[in-house]
């Protein structure tokens, strides 16, 4: 009888070996962690998931101790049986030598009827017989010691095919157990696979940025206005350089300029797209006012490489600060 399938514990190692990956996938290297988080919500302890594994080598470690020990028995069983075989062969012979005795004693009889035998003759008779008696009375112990053992042997062998009974049915049970985990590492995989791809997908459609000039210019008054200033910018959308932001996916964004007028000065900026302009922030000032803000919003709908900047259309300079930037250009998707 074989222990198991040994691929079984194949199988637990690969899929142990898949459920770090999968969890390396999730969590990454930096934070290395006992618990995987598939997108489900769905958490497995690890050290829980090993100790299971661990657990089921050992009892199929056990189910080959049990299986070395039935083969030890089936091999003393096959040296009983060639014991009792040798025992039917003692059998016969004692078999032949009671027949032999009753010839003798047929004899005997003849002889006692005919002529007293010789007292040689008699002496050596009750020497062979009780050679005889001696050898039939040790044959039957003999043959009473094999009986014990086979009646022995043929107990254990039942209580083997129970114990057998039971390791089928342990062994079925691990296999189960070993398909449901199997089940579970490869769904969990999955799963871990799939909210991995979920946030790298994310990650990707993450588009934002806020940018500003960090100095004033009295005299700006022509061309696009650039915003050298990069608060934040993740999608890497925003060219500090040129000023011009270039959409990396398709999606709505939402837009908003804000020009702070430099002194008493009026400043008019468009915002544009691919060339055409949408809407117009303006800051005015009235009196003695100096420094006004003219901020303005904007939705618009951009296929990927669409490209927008702010562009000067009337009036002159514009104000900021070198530390926090209120001449301010942001975007973001929605």
Known sequence: MRCG??????????????????????????????????????????????QLLLNQTAELRNLKQQTE?????????AELRNLKQQAENDRSTIQLLQNRVFFLEAELRKLNASKP??????????SNMKQIVLTMTANEEY????????????????????????????????????????????????????????????ITRKVAFTVGVSSSDGSWNSGTLVFPHVVYNIGGGYDPNTGVFTAPVDGHFVFFVNVQSYSTNAIYVQLILNGSPKVIAMAETTGSSSNEAGPNLAVLRLQKGDRVWIKYYAGRGYFSYSNAPVTTFSGFLI
């Open 117 to 126: 035998p010789s007292s040689d003759e008699l002496s050596a008779y009750l």
């Open 69 to 77: 020990k039935i083969q030890l028995l089936q091999n003393q069983t």
């Open 143 to 202: 043959d009473k010691n094999i009986t014990k053992r086979l009646n022995d042997a043929v107990n254990n062998l039942e209580n083997l095919k129970v114990e057998v009974r039971y390791t089928s049915l342990s062994l079925l049970d691990v296999h189960s157990k070993t398909k449901q985990l199997n089940t579970t590492l490869l769904r969990v995989f999955n799963d871990g696979m799939n909210g991995v791809n979920e946030q790298i997908a994310n």
């Open 5 to 50: 399938n040994p691929s079984y514990i194949l199988t637990f190692c690969a899929f142990f070996n898949i459920e770090q990956n999968s969890a390396l996938l999730v969590h990454g290297n930096s934070n290395s962690t006992n618990t995987i988080h598939a997108s489900s919500g769905h958490q497995i302890d690890s050290t829980e998931m090993m």
